[in-house]
């Protein structure tokens, strides 16, 4: 990706985990995260990562469910009881 792409990583005192890359929007609650990211093709996907199991001993394809499309990440939010749960903050 591009120097300009914002990374969400989850941050130890030894050294960053990345999880996704080229982030547009975020939002969260205390047990998901759910993610905007753009790639390549100009394209957006959509992304869910559970807080509960994020830890430093799991790769990120673990941990990240995704890429969605719109429909399929809407579909996944109410499966998992986070229909509510909505971008809170775009990333520039």
């Not at 120097?3 to 960053?16: A, G």
């Not at 394809?61 to 809170?88: C, H, M, W």
Request: glycine share 4%.
């Amino acid at each position: 990706m591009t120097d300009t792409c914002k990374i969400l990583s989850l941050v130890t005192r030894e050294r960053d985990f990345e999880r996704l890359q080229c982030l547009t929007k975020v939002g969260d609650d205390e047990h998901f995260i759910v993610a905007e990211t753009i790639d390549i093709n100009q394209v957006l996907q959509y992304w869910i990562i559970n807080k509960e199991k994020d830890n430093i001993e799991m790769k990120t394809s673990q941990i990240v469910e995704g890429p969605f499309d719109i429909i399929k990440f809407t579909n996944r939010k109410k499966e998992l009881g986070i229909a509510y749960l909505n971008f809170q903050a775009k990333i520039e």
